[in-house]
């Protein structure tokens, strides 16, 4: 089966402008994450969506971060406006279900802010 | 609050010797334990998970892992390292109560020398 699928694989934007990345989980995949992954540390989860609701994004920076998933497939995260911690790999995931369910990554955005 | 802590940063072996790489989570209850890898470039591979029964888990590429509820601990193992396997390792729990929110550790480098 086809992975989740991540695009575009690299970005470099100028501090203040915005960026958005893609997502598309595994087909049938009904939870869908977004990790931020700083040079040197592990991923951190931004946000989870069950279908197209969101479950959890207490550690979404909403004054800047946005994301959705329009009909429960692919999604879209946004960055606007970019600040320089900004820069980090940004990982998709997605998993079947909830609870005891693997999280299959994709290979990520790393993304420049200078 | 959750952690997981990886004490090495930086480990380097021996083509053929063996490997352990250390994880520790703090968290009140028993919680799923996972092991993931990342190569240069690519998305996080699941390596192998705990959720209960046996505490020594196998895993793939030859790796396996051993929960040790009285010190807190879910270690790495493999007998015989390739030169395949350098590369970026991470543990992460989630919490037992289903919600599979990942926290990660702050990840091993494995160096492999001939």
């Known amino acids: 089966e086809a992975g989740v699928a991540q695009s575009p694989r690299y970005k470099i934007i100028e501090k203040r402008q915005s960026v958005a990345f893609w997502c598309n989980p595994i087909s049938g995949h009904a939870t869908l994450y977004w990790y931020q992954q700083i040079l040197g540390q592990g991923p951190k989860l931004l946000i989870q969506?069950?279908?197209?609701?969101?479950?959890?994004d207490s550690q979404l920076p909403k004054d800047r971060f946005s994301a959705e998933r329009l009909k429960g497939v692919d999604s879209t995260l946004k960055i606007q406006p970019a600040k320089l911690e900004d820069s980090a790999v940004y990982l998709c995931?997605?998993?079947?279900?909830?609870?005891?369910?693997?999280?299959?990554f994709g290979p990520g955005t790393r993304l420049l802010v200078l | 609050a959750q952690s997981v802590t990886q004490p090495d940063i930086h480990i380097t072996v021996s083509e053929g010797a063996s490997l352990e790489l250390r994880c520790n989570y703090s968290y009140g209850a028993t919680p799923y334990l996972f092991w993931y890898v990342q190569s240069p470039g690519q998305g996080l591979q699941l390596l192998l998970k705990?959720?209960?029964?046996?505490?020594l888990v196998q895993g793939i590429k030859g790796f396996e892992a051993e929960f040790k509820r009285s010190q807190s601990s879910f270690n790495l193992r493999k007998p015989s390292v390739h030169w395949s396997d350098a590369a970026e390792y991470f543990c992460a729990v989630a919490p037992w109560t289903g919600a599979n929110n990942l926290f990660f550790g702050t990840g091993t480098r494995l160096t492999v020398i001939p």
């Open positions: 995931a997605s998993s079947f279900r909830t609870s005891e369910e693997t999280q299959y």
């Open positions: 705990y959720f209960s029964g046996d505490t």
């Open positions: 969506f069950q279908n197209n609701g969101v479950v959890d």
